[in-house]
């Protein structure tokens, strides 16, 4: 039996742990997600983001903790009490069922009026604009209409939490995208809750109202997907966000915390939009390729020496590598202001959107 809270999440977790014998998997996890929020799980392979739907939807048993979803302790729940809808990276149709019969599939078994079930498959595929496909089989059917009905056989049990597991990664890129434009559409029109699990970047930054970074069963940090992006809390966020990732110059601040040197040359922090560096044995200074710009001559404190090497067109602009000393560096630059191969050059710093991490903590200071 339940007990009922006053609502003020639509989902809460409360200090979830999940163990597979002696191996940690989720630990002592915490999370709060808004009524209407659409919040995505971004980590790597292994870090634990399905793991953690799975425990949302009840198709995993906790260790310990707690969850509440919509005021309800559901912890030990059944997956159908539990009041939500998922849809999973594989489309698991019946394929000898039409897009209407696997839809309405789930609602028969329920015991739905008929009419009902008429008038809610009728409204999902509306919304997902599959109303030509309705009597079609699945083996009839492209891949993003197979997803789609996934998704309107989510839709149509009329939920208010739905949980996303990696529902695009097997599409091919110009289908990902149109479908998460989508997602993104179906979202702004239904305000539900959505949790959304992806490794994909690209997916978390455009879907996302916070994105949750895990690692190693933790969320690293969570926070709006500008915020992830501006100001990663550590290195792990920094380097895994941003394609291609974040530059790294590994060195120490000196003068009071007010320059960073590395490798013989010197930079200033002034203007740095971080906390209070201070004199460290020891930092790390992270620069997104669009934060740096190639100029000819030395601005002292400013700018570091650089050659280039090769660059990438991209289309719209062009991704330039170069070497400054020993490390390689990343700068977009315009399609039109791309410098020749062998050229020395300098990389003019903006300083107030680098990010400084203790060497040690790995924490940005």
């Known amino acids: 039996m339940t007990k009922s809270i006053e609502v003020s999440n639509s989902i809460e977790v409360r200090d979830l ?40 939807a009840g198709l995993l048993d906790i260790t310990d903790g707690q969850i509440w979803i919509k005021g309800q302790n559901v912890t030990w729940a059944e997956p159908s009490d539990r009041g939500i809808g998922m849809v999973f990276q594989s489309y698991a149709l019946y394929p000898q069922m039409t897009v209407r019969g696997n839809m309405s599939f789930g609602l028969k078994n329920a015991k739905v009026p008929a009419a009902e079930i008429v008038k809610r498959v009728a409204r999902a595929a509306e919304i997902l604009q599959i109303e030509p496909l309705l009597d079609r089989k699945p083996a009839a059917l492209s891949g993003g209409q197979r997803q789609r009905v996934a998704i309107g ?6 939920v ?6 990696e529902p695009l990664s097997n599409l091919d890129a110009k289908l990902r995208s149109e ?30 109202d916070r994105i949750a970074v895990m690692r190693g069963g933790i969320i690293q940090q969570l926070a709006a997907p ?16 941003g394609s291609p990732s974040m530059n790294f110059f590994h060195g120490a601040t000196t ?39 190639i ?4 601005i002292p404190g400013k700018t570091l020496p650089a050659t280039v090497e090769i660059d990438e067109p991209m289309g719209a602009d062009s991704l330039v590598w170069l070497r400054v000393g020993d490390v390689p560096v990343s700068v977009r630059v315009p399609v039109e202001d791309r410098p020749e191969h062998g050229r020395e050059v300098h990389l003019k710093v903006e300083i107030s959107k680098a990010s400084v991490f203790d060497s040690g903590s790995e924490q940005r200071i």
Do not use: W
């Open 17 to 56: 742990t999940l163990n597979f014998g002696a191996t940690s998997v989720l630990k002592n996890m915490n999370l709060n997600v808004a009524e209407g929020e659409f919040i995505v799980l971004l980590g790597p392979s292994g870090c634990g983001k399905s793991t953690l739907l799975n425990c949302l």
């Open 153 to 158: 056989r989510a839709l149509v049990r009329d």
């Open 160 to 165: 208010d939490v739905f949980l996303f597991d």
């Open 179 to 208: 479908l998460r434009v989508e997602i993104k559409r179906l979202h702004n029109r239904l305000k539900n809750t959505m949790v959304y699990v992806t490794h994909d970047q690209i997916e978390a930054l455009t879907l996302a």
């Open 226 to 241: 500008q915020e992830i992006y501006n100001r990663p809390s550590n290195l792990f966020v920094a380097g895994f966000i």
């Open 255 to 293: 003068e009071g915390g007010m320059v960073f040197e590395s490798g013989g040359n010197k930079l200033s922090l002034d203007g740095y939009d971080g906390g209070a560096v201070g004199a460290r044995e020891e930092a790390i200074l992270g620069l997104r390729p669009e934060h740096l710009e």
């Open 295 to 298: 100029v000819d001559a030395a």
